[in-house]
């Protein structure tokens, strides 16, 4: 039975993963993959001397990476390191720098003056969040579920006391916490890292608090993201899998309820006993499996995370001042974050992301420059299909950015590259260039998600982003564990 042939379509974490519990098992795992290197959104740049990661450029609940590597019997392939401060968030007209220390003492004091008693609000509210992680991660994130009348069993076993959370949204739940714009938009910045904004994101979702600040915080990779990817890829090789990129999955051939093949672009076949869709599963099942309740209309229905605007620079110089990780707000969080989707026209953004890729990476960037990598939220290709604008926002932010580090860049870049969601959506196959694919809507989490195993094929299974259960590094790999179970259960 172990000598069974998986073909997985794709390489970006999830499907890396997956490939790398059933090898390690002794199955015979071949990967196809449509891009010219493996990792999918977890990739990487390189031109000129510069190095940049694509997309994730820091990771938290590492112990998901232990558990990972313990039940494929392997040492750890990279070396992580956390993060302290975890980031640092300034507001538009001001020269004030948070720094968002686990350290509560050292947090606190930078709001003294601005939020009243913010030590004992914040430890409050953390509280808060600890007990919803404690009492739903388990039962509504790591396990699979063959039924919603089963997944709705598991969540009445959730302690009743968290009731009147799963109907307020992350914004609500912030606000009776706390009373400065400041520590609001700070405290609830991480719902923007599931893919929507604090005012339309379940308050359930305030759990990431807990594991922002108390639980594990947050962590980088010695030599880049990247390493990831490369090391877990050099793991599949010593246990005999194979990779074939360029190769785009267009078409399928089945037999008796059973997946028989997967056809390239080329028009060559792929064989294989079990299949494992590392793609889009809601995109995958509308574009190659043709079925009708992931049709374009259908699919244009679901809600779904915004898009990115991503972009790469390099500069001829040195930015002691910035932080390796740093968030700047506008002055229009609120009403932008709300609109975000409806009115896409606004150059004006709720905050855009910096990342000095080369402060703890010298590598990434040629003597005395540094990489820089860009984030901003913008709406995804439902609500703004054209982007040829991009020139003109990306220049706006390079400005805004040069004003709050007091140091004109525009001068100094030697490098600029850019990734609208036309991009992520033609190089990714993301839907819509939807940056985190499905969005988590209370109506799209748990078994309410694209399953994870196929409507019709008995020996299909997909695993990532779209799936159960959600987006996200760690959630990939949770997402691996629970198809493997899936997996070995079919036997």
């Not at 993963?17 to 390189?46: D, P």
């Not at 246990?239 to 990129?245: D, P």
């Not at 209309?297 to 972009?311: E, H, I």
């Amino acid at each position: 039975m172990m000598n069974k042939n998986v073909l997985i379509i794709g390489t970006g974490l999830g499907g890396l993963s997956t490939g790398l519990r059933l090898a390690s098992r002794g199955y015979k795992v071949t990967f196809v993959e449509k891009n010219k290197q493996a990792g999918g959104r977890l990739n990487q740049l390189k031109k000129d001397g510069f190095t940049f990661d694509v997309g994730p450029s820091f990771f938290s609940m590492p112990y998901e990476f232990e558990e990972l590597v313990r039940d494929c019997g392997i040492e750890m392939p990279f070396e992580f390191v956390e993060l302290d401060p975890l980031y640092t968030v300034s507001f538009r007209g001001s020269n004030k720098q948070y720094s968002l220390y686990k350290d509560i003492d050292k947090l606190s004091a930078q709001f003294e003056g601005v939020e009243p008693d913010f030590k004992n609000k914040f430890t409050t509210y953390l509280k808060k969040c600890e007990e919803l992680y404690n009492d739903t991660v388990d039962i509504a994130i790591k396990q699979n579920f063959d039924s919603i009348p089963a997944y709705i069993k598991a969540l009445m076993q959730v302690n009743p006391i968290h009731l009147p959370v799963l109907v307020k949204t992350f914004w609500k739940q912030i606000t009776s916490h706390f009373e400065s714009k400041e520590a609001r938009q700070i405290v609830s910045l991480i719902a923007f890292f599931l893919g929507r904004t604090p005012f339309d994101t379940n308050a359930i979702y305030t759990l990431l608090s807990h594991i922002e600040f108390t639980h594990t915080g947050y962590y980088n990779v010695k030599g880049g993201m990247y390493t990831i990817v490369t090391s877990l890829v050099s793991e599949l090789q010593k246990l005999g899998a194979t990779f074939h990129y360029e190769t785009e999955i267009k078409d399928y051939h089945s037999h008796n309820g059973k997946l028989k093949s997967l056809t390239d672009q080329n028009g060559k076949s792929w064989e294989a006993d079990i299949f494992v869709i590392n793609a889009d599963a809601a995109f995958f099942r509308g574009t190659v499996f043709k079925r009708k309740k992931f049709a374009p209309k259908k699919l244009s229905k679901m809600s779904w995370t915004m898009g990115y605007l991503t972009f790469y620079v390099g500069i001829n110089k040195k930015l002691p001042q910035v932080e390796h990780h740093n968030y700047y707000l506008g002055n229009n969080y609120q009403a932008y974050a709300k609109d975000v989707m409806n009115n896409p026209g606004t150059l004006e953004k709720p905050y855009y992301y910096v990342n000095v890729v080369s402060k703890h990476n010298p590598d990434c960037a040629p003597e005395g420059c540094e990489a820089l990598f860009f984030v901003c939220p913008v709406p995804n290709l439902l609500y703004k299909k054209n982007w040829n604008d991009k020139d003109e926002i990306v220049s706006s932010i390079i400005e805004d950015f040069s004003d709050r580090i007091h140091q004109d860049l525009s001068k100094k870049i030697v490098l600029q590259m850019e990734y609208t969601p036309e991009d992520w959506h033609n190089q990714f196959n993301l839907y819509k260039g939807a940056g985190l694919g499905l969005s988590h809507h209370m109506l799209q989490i748990g078994a309410l998600r694209p399953k994870n195993y196929d409507e019709e094929f008995s020996n299909t299974f997909y695993v990532g982003a779209s799936t159960i259960p959600g987006a996200g590094l760690p959630m990939a790999v949770i997402s691996s564990k629970l198809v493997t179970e899936r997996i070995l259960k079919n036997g």
